[in-house]
């Protein structure tokens, strides 16, 4: 047990900064936690022994402060710093600050943090390393012959990629020449930022994100806790993921596992972290990137390997070793249970949790940072929590977390609950009644979420969720099922909303009892019925989430045609996109490239003919939004 660290900071906020407090606390190490205003009451803050307000009311204001942390961490008398994952986690000025503030970093050496952090440079560590990254071009892309050389040696499509990006940020795939060359002429313009700033890789399709947990201390010590398939992804983000990752063809594991101890070994790395793979169906094995941090889903591979991965953290970071003897044991599901609303393709939400039962029993284990009452904040991370299913081995933890998904119970907001009961029980995931195991990054896109023009770019459609949304969800909401008795016997009944609407008074009454309908296993989606105005064709386009605008594609005075791309936002390492909802000219852009909107901002407005606009030129009333605001960026 660290014998130095007498008090620790937790960076971070939710279910894992909840989780670093609890391991900290079985440590017998006392806990700072941080917070803003709409975490006053979260449950890590509570069970911290004690806390400190970080006012503002955005991210960089609070969690990504690095002077204000520096100084609680100061203030606090904590000689620690756990950076959790996220925010702060990976940022390399931060924990230099750490460290010259005279405390100890939980995680790697800042220059570790450098080398792995930008992805050109990750990918030239790779093969120093003699690990093979996925094929591209290991510099920026500025000069459109190589650009043009490598597609055609290598064939379409490509992915250009932010070298600071991740998770699916600043991800555009080109099919042929014309969309390579209007990428490379148009980006000054469209895209916002440097073509220094992209690199390129050819785009694996039908490839699987297979990852290794590792850990590596200051003794030379090197150890694999266990693998994980996370290729369950909307957006290029993680939703299902699994430990350890079943069938591999053969020789995979071995490759693994050294390719990830070169890697460590060459930045010298010292802590826990997380080395990507993609495995083609040929069963070549490619490096994506190094996570040099805990991951979301490192509860998994805890599950089979039998240890509590934040305590290695803490002995490493106090010099320690690393438990090298962890034998493997069954098979572990995570299910991250976000605010995300399945019938608008998975957008983010928010709400207030009416009520929460999570599911219980044998090989149940849930990490969650809300309790029932508590509101879900659009302007943070919608995940509330994580559904953790373990058994003796892959089929029986199938078969649990269905039985865990009957139990669970959430109302109030959306979950993508439904969604796993389809993923559960579909036998190209479950690999059951003599169906192979046929699972990619794409296979959830393709299959449930209907979105593969969008999703191949990295994003998903957010402005479409007030109009083609709110349709679909009026159509799953056509009927209402209600729980009755009929001779002492038990039954389901289905009625349509019609019927119901009349025995309950009229609409205003449907909508009401609709309000207050369990959202689980009714497509989850957002109840709060919209004012559609001109039939979504008010002519404002706004935007459905707290985000930072990476990417304009049009200029005032274009043309545009329902469904072009208008605007790519980014929001807790996702890209979503703001698609034209109608036919029209764009007559006013009010943000710009890096700009901070809030949900609801006007991002710009098109004429559609003779819709309503406010006389100054700004918007009236948004036709694809709930909420509604006026002006620019603030």
């Not at 000054?188 to 490839?207: C, N």
Request: glycine content about 10%; proline content about 4%; hydrophobic content about 35%.
């Amino acid at each position: 047990m660290p014998k130095n660290v007498n008090k620790l900071l937790v960076a971070n906020r939710g279910e894992i900064a909840l989780r670093v407090v609890r391991t900290a606390r079985e440590m017998g190490i006392p806990t700072v936690a941080v917070y803003a205003e709409q975490d006053r009451h979260a449950q890590y803050v509570q069970m911290a022994d004690d806390a400190y307000l970080l006012s503002g009311d955005t991210y960089k204001d609070t969690y990504l402060n690095e002077d204000l942390l520096i100084d609680i961490l100061q203030r606090s008398g904590a000689d620690a710093v756990h950076p959790g994952y996220g925010f702060l986690s990976e940022v390399a000025s931060f924990a230099q600050k750490v460290l010259d503030a005279g405390a100890t970093w939980v995680g790697p050496n800042p220059k570790a943090l450098v080398d792995l952090g930008d992805k050109i440079t990750a990918r030239r560590v790779a093969t120093f390393a003699k690990v093979p990254p996925v094929p591209g071009i290991s510099q920026s892309i500025s000069d459109m012959r190589l650009l043009l050389d490598f597609a055609h040696t290598h064939g379409y499509p490509l992915m250009l990629k932010r070298t600071d990006g991740g998770g699916g940020r600043g991800i555009t795939l080109v099919h042929n020449d014309d969309e390579l060359r209007g990428f490379y002429m148009n980006h000054d313009a469209l895209q916002g930022g440097d073509l220094d700033e992209y690199f390129v890789e050819r785009f694996i399709d039908k490839g699987r994100h297979v990852e290794t947990q590792c850990g590596r201390d200051s003794h030379g010590n090197f150890t694999v806790y266990s693998t994980r398939d996370c290729s369950v992804q909307r957006r290029n983000q993680k939703l299902v993921e699994e430990a350890p990752a079943s069938f591999l063809p053969d020789g995979v594991l071995e490759q693994l596992e050294t390719y990830s101890r070169r890697l460590f070994d060459a930045v010298d790395y010292v802590g826990l972290g997380t080395c990507e793979f993609m495995v083609t169906e040929q069963g070549k094995v490619y490096f994506l990137e190094v996570n040099p941090r805990l991951q979301v889903e490192h509860t998994v591979s805890e599950e089979v390997c039998g240890l509590d991965l934040v305590r290695e953290q803490l002995t490493i970071a106090n010099g320690g070793e690393l438990t090298v003897d962890h034998p493997l044991r069954g098979h572990s599901f995570e299910l991250r249970l976000t605010c995300e609303d399945p019938a608008k393709n998975l957008a983010p939400s928010s709400g207030t949790l009416t009520k929460l039962a999570w599911p219980s029993g044998p090989g149940i284990r849930v990490d969650s940072g809300v309790v029932e009452g508590d509101t879900v904040s659009p302007k943070f991370d919608s995940m509330m929590g994580k559904l953790v299913v373990t058994a003796s081995d892959r089929a029986t933890a199938v078969a649990r977390v269905r039985r865990a998904l009957e139990e669970l119970k959430v109302e109030g907001v959306p979950t993508p609950a439904s969604l796993f009961e389809q993923i559960f029980n579909d036998d190209e995931f479950t690999a059951e009644h003599g169906v192979a195991y046929d699972v990619s990054t794409k296979w959830l896109e393709r299959k449930y979420l209907n979105k593969e023009a969008s999703s191949t770019k990295g994003g998903q459609p957010a402005s479409m969720a007030g109009a083609s949304g709110a349709k679909e969800a009026e159509q799953k909401e056509s009927s209402e099922t209600f729980v009755i008795e009929v001779n002492n016997h038990r039954v389901s009944l289905t009625v349509p909303n019609d019927i119901v609407a009349n025995l309950t008074g009229g609409a205003k009454a449907r909508d009401a009892k609709r309000a207050i309908q369990p959202l689980r296993g009714q497509g989850l989606h957002h109840v709060e019925k919209k004012q559609q105005g001109n039939d979504g064709q008010s002519g404002v386009i706004a935007s459905p989430m707290q985000a930072v605008v990476t990417r304009i594609n049009v200029v005032e005075g274009q043309d545009v045609a329902k469904g072009d791309l208008l605007v790519v936002l980014e929001s807790m390492k996702m890209e979503n996109y703001v698609y034209a909802p109608v036919k029209g000219t764009v007559t006013k852009i009010f943000v710009g490239p890096a700009a901070g909107i809030e949900a609801g901002e006007t991002l710009m407005t098109i004429d559609v003919n003779g819709a309503s606009k406010a006389a100054d030129g700004k918007p009236a009333t948004d036709g694809n939004t709930e909420t509604k605001t006026e002006g620019g960026a603030k």
